[in-house]
Antibody, heavy 123, light 107 residues
Framework: EVQLVESGGGLVQPGGSLRLSCEAS????????MHWVRQAPGKGLEFVST????????YYANSVKGRFTISRDNSKNTLYLQMGTLRGEDMAVYYC????????????????WGQGTLVTVSS | DIQMTQSPSSLSATVGDRVTITCRAS??????LNWYQQKPGKAPKLLIS???TLQSGVPSRFSGSGSGTDFTLTISSLQPEDFATYYC?????????FGGGTKVEIK
């Protein structure tokens, strides 16, 4: 059974940092591009970041570029999101998701999602 | 970056209605368009991948069509469990942007 389990969310002050993790199981982790998506309270889905199967290519939403870093450890089946200089608008539920790679940079749909982890940015 | 425009943002419908949601990309995304359903407090669920591929276990009343820049999600006969928010997403070229969502409510 495919499972994605996020952790690391919590309360952080504006300007602070947080690292999210997403532990994968039930599939060959290194065969899939992995992604972070967030959803602010009462708002729609927002793409955050993508990392290729081997970690060699990464992409970010303009809203987080330069502040967030996506990475993965294929030996530990784990995806990470290092978040820095956090702002109020970063407060959201953060989901990790997987998607089959069709060709470099292009993916099929996000077919499995984690349950999400809540990041609260407040003083 | 490719922008995604989804319409309508909300709609009211009755059980049994045929419902259509559209999504337009700011440039061609070939067929790299996906549709998701989300219910409150839950993670999104992939319904249709690459414009028209119905995911396993998704009822056949859901269908997707389109290519290039214009895409459609159709629910042929709305059921009570279909009241939810629906999102499109392009996965042709990062950033993999989502549409703004369509909330389907009970009339």
């Amino acid at each position: 059974e495919v499972q994605l389990v996020e952790s690391g969310g919590g309360l952080v002050q504006p300007g602070g940092s947080l690292r999210l993790s997403c532990e994968a199981s039930g599939f060959t982790f290194s065969s899939y591009g992995m992604h972070w998506v967030r959803q602010a309270p009462g708002k729609g889905l927002e793409f955050v970041s993508t990392i290729s199967r081997d970690g060699g290519s990464t992409y970010y939403a303009n809203s987080v570029k330069g502040r967030f870093t996506i990475s993965r450890d294929n030996s530990k089946n784990t995806l990470y999101l290092q978040m820095g200089t956090l702002r109020g608008e970063d407060m959201a539920v953060y989901y990790c998701a997987r998607a089959p790679t069709i060709h470099s940079g292009s993916y099929a749909g996000f077919d499995y999602w984690g349950q999400g982890t809540l990041v609260t940015v407040s003083s | 970056d490719i922008q995604m425009t989804q319409s309508p943002s909300s709609l009211s419908a009755t059980v049994g209605d045929r419902v259509t949601i559209t999504c337009r990309a700011s440039q061609t995304i070939v067929g790299y368009l996906n549709w998701y359903q989300q219910k409150p407090g839950k993670a999104p669920k992939l319904l249709i991948s690459t414009a028209s591929t119905l995911q396993s276990g998704v009822p056949s009343r859901f269908s997707g069509s389109g290519s290039g820049t214009d895409f459609t999600l159709t629910i042929s006969s709305l059921q009570p469990e279909d009241f939810a928010t629906y999102y499109c997403q392009q996965t042709f070229s990062p950033p993999l942007i989502f549409g703004g969502g369509t909330k389907v409510e009970i009339k």
